[in-house]
């Protein structure tokens, strides 16, 4: 299983409405609103790093009102 964490800057105003449409995306299983320089962060799951990194390319960030990410991704050490 491999995991990624996405920093998420919205417009202002719009938090409510991206946390929205994460919420509808599959391989999200966990966000949290923030305080502070990011408004969101999102915890992703998927079976392959390619299924990640393609979730968060074609489903995440063309979410009307993100403006800019940040990715994290785990790794087994």
Do not use: C
Not at 10 to 38: A, C, D, I, M
Not at 39 to 47: H, N, R
Not at 58 to 69: H, K, L, Q, S
């Amino acid at each position: 299983m491999e995991t990624g964490f996405v920093l998420i800057t919205t417009e202002p105003g719009s938090e409510h409405y991206v946390k929205n449409r994460l919420e509808s995306v599959f391989q999200v299983t966990n966000l949290w609103l923030l305080f502070g320089e990011y408004d969101l962060i999102v915890k992703i799951e998927a079976d392959t790093q390619h299924l990640l990194t393609r979730t968060i390319v074609e489903e995440i960030r063309p979410i009307t009102g993100i403006t800019d990410t940040k990715t994290l991704l785990s790794a087994n050490i």
